[in-house]
């Protein structure tokens, strides 16, 4: 009974140390838990407490965890043309609507602010100049695109379309301004808002020297402007003006909700941005008015031109009639006609052809015709 005891107490005692010794070498051979990564479609993920950013960049999953355990913290995530299998598990994470995963799979909206649940969108057109030597009939001189920011209580979700309008310089000036992210998921939809406006304004100086010279080409003395070149710049200031012009109603929606848009303290900054988006929207208004000037002067110059061309033709066309109304009369040969016996009829015919046709010619001169 003893000896049997003993051996009872020595594999109560080894077996559980053998276990953890195996168990041991089995993670040592296997490694670490993997991690959870982002998906190739997330630009950036942070989680911000009291304006200042939390250092990593976890998986958004952990960060909007993290987020709502702490306090006076929330999660800015940023996607760029996420595919259709990470926007349902980001929508699922979040809690999305199927209404607001489909928007933001698709590019093209309008500018507008709309509400899914507890939930703000806020949608947004992005513009980008793109440089080019010379105008041409196909020159491509906005490039547009859109951003999303669905704001929640505890997180900001931006989701971007197009190449232009990307958001990471948006992301570090805002972080170091921790005053403006210390009011929540609102301060990103203020800061994206912001570079949009400032981006209107850009290529609004881009547009106005690209105007400028089209002007001058018109109103050269060469005068070497092609119509199509004039219709395309103001189809692309069309493009333009359609991205920026509805986004005036959203921004003064945001300003007159009360509880569920913006806190009070962002207020002055989203009326500031307003007022710069009033500056972008007459700024494009003059270009749009002075484009139809330019086409509508176009348009009159090669009326003009046509009509000068017209009345050379028809001057010249008079001087070949003299002379072939001359021709004509001596080349009916009847037996009796003036001059026929005449020696010098010949020349005397010719030199009345030349004398009609250099008379003619100073007259359309002077009254210019030629």
């Not at 041409?136 to 920011?149: F, L, N, R």
């Not at 050269?220 to 003006?241: G, P, S």
Request: proline letters at 5%; one cysteine or more.
């Amino acid at each position: 009974m003893g000896r049997s005891a003993a051996r009872t107490r020595w594999g109560g005692r080894l077996l559980p140390a053998l276990m953890a010794r195996l168990l041991g070498q089995v993670d040592e051979v296997a490694g670490p838990a993997p991690r959870r990564a982002n998906p190739d479609a997330v630009v950036d993920c942070a989680v911000y407490v009291a304006g200042r950013r939390e250092p990593g960049r976890p998986h958004y999953a952990d960060a909007y965890d993290r987020a709502r355990r702490t306090r006076r913290a929330f999660v800015w995530l940023g996607l760029h043309e996420p595919g259709a299998a990470v926007m349902a598990a980001v929508g699922r994470t979040f809690g999305l609507d199927e209404l607001a995963v489909a928007q933001a799979l698709a590019d093209g909206h309008r500018p507008t602010v709309q509400r899914h649940g507890d939930v703000t969108l806020l949608v947004l057109r992005t513009a980008g100049y793109v440089e080019h030597t010379e105008l041409t009939a196909t020159s491509e001189v906005i490039d547009t695109g859109d951003v999303m920011v669905f704001i929640g209580d505890r997180f900001a979700l931006t989701v971007r379309h197009g190449a232009t309008g990307a958001l990471t310089p948006v992301r570090e000036d805002v972080q170091r301004r921790p005053g403006v992210l210390a009011e929540g998921p609102w301060a990103v939809a203020y800061a994206v808002c912001a570079r949009m406006v400032d981006l209107y304004l850009e290529v609004a100086g881009h547009l106005e020297r690209d105007l400028e010279r089209v002007e001058e080409s018109v109103f050269a003395r060469d005068r070497d402007a092609d119509i199509q070149h004039i219709y395309q710049l103001k189809r692309e200031v069309v493009e333009f003006k359609r991205a920026v012009l509805p986004l005036q109603a959203p921004l003064r929606a945001l300003l007159e909700q009360r509880g569920e848009g913006p806190p009070p303290a962002l207020h002055r900054w989203f009326a500031d941005v307003e007022s710069r988006l009033t500056r972008a929207v007459d700024r494009i208004g003059s270009y749009d008015e002075l484009l139809n000037s330019i086409l509508q002067s176009r348009l009159a110059q090669l009326a003009v031109e046509q009509n000068n061309d017209m009345r050379k033709i028809a001057a010249w066309a008079a001087i070949a009639a003299t002379q072939t109304a001359v021709a004509g009369v001596y080349g009916m040969n009847f037996a009796h006609m003036p001059e026929l016996g005449w020696r010098y009829g010949y020349a005397g015919a010719l030199l009345l052809m030349a004398t009609a046709a250099v008379t003619l010619h100073r007259l359309f001169r002077r009254s210019g015709w030629l």
